[in-house]
């Protein structure tokens, strides 16, 4: 069983002590959301497979039945327009990818229909749909099977987005986004995957537009998006020991995004780091930087960092991969430099009690 | 290996991620396929690609996409543009059962008999995508049909049956080289392994060992073995032994790529294009 990583920020949210692995946690809110609401179906490429989607339909089949959980045929794009019509119909389809990297192949659907009907249409219908992608990371991943594209979700108007980083999260953010009468991108982490953390029983919602402040503190602010949420907790840590207090804060929901909150931590700290699990030209971090800046720079001195992948295809070799993702080490170094305002050249160890060993592959 | 066969050095042929076989069929070298999955920087793809992206341009193996169907339509463009250029030579294109559902596949197919274009499409039917059979996956799962209603001629084969591939990919190459416009192959065969990596995978329940059975009593690996005398046998076997023995001590010894590698390759760079120039 993987050890809690997340445990301090989740608890914070929830009084539970039940320990739920973030598949579970999943599969738990969509196990309610169908319990409650015969409109919710479940249905993607092996959701009916035998290791069912990482565990998170685990059930599901047996549970409701194949009308309402299905494996469908290799067709993204004929899919994602199939479920916009049920959507449209009224049901509430969650569809599920094994790789947000395939989500490139119903991007018409999602852009050109699913977000436009309610507007295009004067309000007169709308698409309850959730899109759940998964973003894959290292075993061979690679160019096309480890891509954080939520940004380009984020871009377009009509459309939600989430990333939860805790099982605590997942499980409110799916229920919420079955809730929501439009199109949410509900964006998971393989890694995550093995994460557990508190989770409450009952049936709750963590609603769109509210971000999480993971750790206080007052020497800056630090963003950490989806997957980098994690190695920004790491980070924070390693911090801690020279005497650095970050403050740490998971968005959650990428779009509508809470720049307040992150705002208001900037005002006191002055100083921002955004992390994101995506490249960072025109992505997460640029968007959530440009708006503190606008938001800040008439008001206070700010000093702004955005990092992210690095600017090349993910290579699958570990020696180049290594470098391609921020992690706790770097994250730690970047802050310092903020803080300090110069190239210091530190660069933490990572200690024994702060190494991440959940996951030991292959995918 | 029966569909590279029939091909010239010159033809290319484009792959999907289970794209190891081909590669090596068309000529592509072994050290450099180990390399590449020890992410070595003597990889064939200086350890970026991985596995699932095996490429070696000069031999005409143009690369191979972990996206399922997405190679298909790259297949034809190439197709297109080796008809517009006047060359003689074709292009083969691989992929399996599951990606003939992809919207892709009946696009390309329809452009390329539009066309007439020298293309030969070969799907390599084992049944499964990852865990789900055909059967829960397609209303008609006869292929060889769904292609022939584009248009083109189309067979359907025992993978198994080396000499009968052979036979019929020389076939189909001559007609469309002859300039008679695409053909299909569907090509029956089955894994073995589990979809990823090199387990077996009877415990999940989606397939029995009594089904695989036949399929691994019909290898064609030993049905060709049988016909070949004991020693002969042996000396081939010593020599890809060796061969593959070699291939693996190379990339061991091979170096990782440098950090500096991280950059490269993302654009035309201009020392190359000044030194090329
Ligand atoms: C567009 C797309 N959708 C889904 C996947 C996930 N996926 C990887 S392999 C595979 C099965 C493909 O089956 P098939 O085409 O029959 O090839 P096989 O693996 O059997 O050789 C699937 C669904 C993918 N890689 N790309
Ligand atoms: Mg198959």
Sequence with gaps: MPQPVLDSASRSATSSHRILSYVDAVREATDLEMACDPAVIVFGLDVDDPKAIQGTVRGLLEKYGPERVFGTPLSEDAMTGTAVGMALAGL????????????????????????????????????????????????????????????????????????PSTPYDAKGCLSAAVRDDDPVIYVEHRLLHFQSGPVPPERYQVWPGKARITAKGNDLTIVGISYMQIECLRAQRLLARIGIHAEVIDPIWLSPLDIDTIAASVEKTGRLLVVDNGWTNCGAAAEIVAQIGEKLAPLRDLRLKRMGFAPVTCPTTPALEELFYPNARTIAAQARNLVEGAETGWLPEIPEELQTTAFKGPF | MGVCEALEPGDVVFGYYRCHALYLAKGGDLRALVAELFGKAT??????????????????????????????????????AQKYCRRPNIVACFFGDGATEEGVFAESLNFAVLKK?????????????????????????????????????AER???????????????????????????????????????????????????????????????????????????????????????????????????????????????????HAAAGA
Excluded at chain 2, 193 to 208: F, K, M, Q
Excluded at chain 2, 238 to 249: G, H, L, P, R, S
């Design chain 2, 117 to 153: 274009l020298p293309i030969l499409f070969v799907c390599e039917n084992n049944f499964y995508a990852i865990h789900t059979h055909q059967n829960k996956r397609q209303g008609l799962p006869d292929i060889r049909a769904r292609a022939q209603a584009f248009g083109m001629r």
């Design chain 2, 157 to 271: 084969l025992d993978g198994n049956d080396i000499f009968e591939l052979c036979r019929c990919s020389a076939d189909a190459v001559r007609s469309i080289r002859a300039g008679q416009g695409p053909r299909f192959l569907e090509v029956t065969t089955y894994r073995w392994r589990e979809h990823v990596g090199p387990g077996c995978d009877y415990h999940l329940g989606y397939r029995s060992e009594a089904e695989a059975q036949p399929w691994q009593d019909a290898d064609p690996l030993r049905r060709l073995a049988r016909l070949i005398d004991d020693q002969h046998r042996r000396e081939m076997e010593n020599e890809v032994e060796q061969e593959i023995a070699d291939a693996f001590a190379f990339a061991e010894q091979s170096e990782f790529p440098s950090a500096t590698e991280l950059y490269t390759d993302v654009f035309k760079e201009e020392a």
């Design chain 2, 43 to 80: 990889g064939c793809t200086k350890g970026k690609g991985g596995s699932m992206h095996l490429i070696d341009a000069r031999r005409g193996v143009m690369g191979a996409s972990a996206i399922v169907g997405t190679t298909i339509a790259n297949a034809v463009g190439y197709a297109y």
């Design chain 1, 92 to 163: 509430r389809p969650i569809h599920v990818h094994i790789r947000m990297d395939f989500l490139m192949l119903a991007m018409n659907q999602l852009v050109n229909v699913a977000a436009k009907c309610r507007y295009m249409y004067g309000g007169q219908v709308h698409v309850p749909l959730v899109v759940r992608a998964m973003i894959g990371k290292s075993w061979g991943q690679g160019a096309q099977h480890s891509q954080g594209l939520h940004s380009f979700f984020m871009h377009v108007p009509g459309l939600k987005v989430v990333a």
